[in-house]
């Protein structure tokens, strides 16, 4: 057997016989694809439950009172405030051999405020999320 000579031709020959020797090349193709190995299913309930609450309530009330005064003045007085007291004199002109003011009265109106702690009961609503985990095949889309 005789070894072979290698020509610039590209082909060996082996025995005086020209041998053709294929030249092979290998590449890698990487690539990504979408797999789906699952799905998820949220359902959303509403719960209602009675919820006790200390609801504050403001309530303001007022007293009006008439306060006899009968007092000369030189001119009428203004509203004023004393305290919670708002004060409102009333006049009354009377005629004399001269004229002269008089407060005749005087109304007071006191602002009175009273907060009492009532419980009210009232059915309040929440939503809760349930998580289901489905395979892949359990939806036809």
């Given at each position: 057997?005789?070894?072979?000579?290698?020509?610039?031709?590209?082909?060996?020959?082996?025995?005086?016989?020209?041998?053709?020797?294929?030249?092979?090349?290998?590449?890698?193709?990487?690539?990504?694809?979408?797999?789906?190995?699952?799905?998820?299913?949220?359902?959303?309930?509403?719960?209602?439950?009675?919820?006790?609450?200390?609801?504050?309530?403001?309530?303001?009330?007022?007293?009006?009172?008439?306060?006899?005064?009968?007092?000369?003045?030189?001119?009428a007085?203004?509203?004023?405030?004393?305290?919670?007291?708002?004060?409102?004199?009333?006049?009354?002109?009377?005629?004399?051999v001269?004229?002269?003011?008089?407060?005749?009265?005087?109304?007071?109106?006191?602002?009175?405020?009273?907060?009492?702690?009532?419980?009210?009961?009232?059915?309040?609503?929440?939503?809760?999320?349930?998580?289901?985990?489905?395979?892949?095949?359990?939806?036809?889309?």
């Amino acid at each position: 057997m005789e070894y072979g000579k290698e020509r610039a031709s590209g082909y060996t020959e082996v025995d005086g016989e020209a041998i053709t020797i294929p030249v092979v090349e290998e590449s890698l193709v990487v690539g990504k694809r979408l797999v789906e190995t699952g799905k998820v299913r949220l359902t959303l309930h509403a719960e209602e439950h009675a919820e006790v609450l200390d609801v504050p309530l403001t309530e303001v009330r007022w007293h009006v009172e008439h306060v006899p005064v009968n007092r000369v003045v030189d001119a009428a007085p203004e509203v004023r405030v004393e305290g919670d007291t708002t004060i409102y004199p009333v006049m009354e002109e009377r005629v004399v051999v001269r004229r002269e003011l008089v407060v005749r009265e005087e109304v007071r109106v006191t602002r009175r405020t009273a907060t009492n702690v009532e419980r009210v009961s009232e059915t309040v609503r929440r939503e809760k999320v349930v998580e289901e985990r489905l395979p892949a095949d359990s939806f036809s889309e």
